[in-house]
């Protein structure tokens, strides 16, 4: 299977939706490994060989998820390694039992072999 890994930051419990210009402070928050990840732990889990082909790079948040398909014990040999940040985020901000907001950021390689951007974007500064 092919597909992009996403690190799902989830924050739950909030009290009321975040409105432009507030500030709401959740009860709890979580960061866990999604997108293309979770397909592959289910199918490693039933018992199915799984193969995954997916990019991780130099950041944060490809070293967590790669370091939890390690864990889990997926096959690694169609993982492809870049020198440069891999970024595949989701944010999630719930409040009751409905998931409210759902923003996402994918950077990385467009296509195989592709080069990231030598311009920085501010997201970028802060997240290497």
């Known amino acids: 299977m092919a597909g992009p890994y996403f690190t799902d930051l989830v924050f739950h419990g909030l009290p009321r939706p975040v409105r432009?210009?507030?500030e709401v402070f959740a009860e709890g928050f979580g960061l866990v490994p999604g997108g293309a990840y979770t397909l592959a732990m289910a199918v490693h889990r039933l018992g199915r060989r799984v193969v995954w082909s997916a990019d991780f790079g130099t950041d944060p948040f490809s070293t967590q998820v790669l370091a939890s398909a390690r864990q889990e014990g997926?096959?690694?040999?169609?993982?492809?390694?870049?020198?440069?940040?891999?970024?595949?985020?989701?944010v999630a901000l719930s409040f009751g039992d409905d998931?409210?907001?759902r923003a996402g950021l994918q950077r990385g390689p467009a296509r195989r072999g592709a080069r990231p951007s030598t311009r920085p974007n501010r997201a970028d500064t802060s997240l290497s």
């Open 74 to 90: 997926l096959d690694e040999a169609a993982f492809r390694h870049h020198p440069f940040p891999v970024r595949s985020l989701t």
């Open 99 to 101: 998931p409210a907001v």
């Open 20 to 22: 432009p210009g507030t």
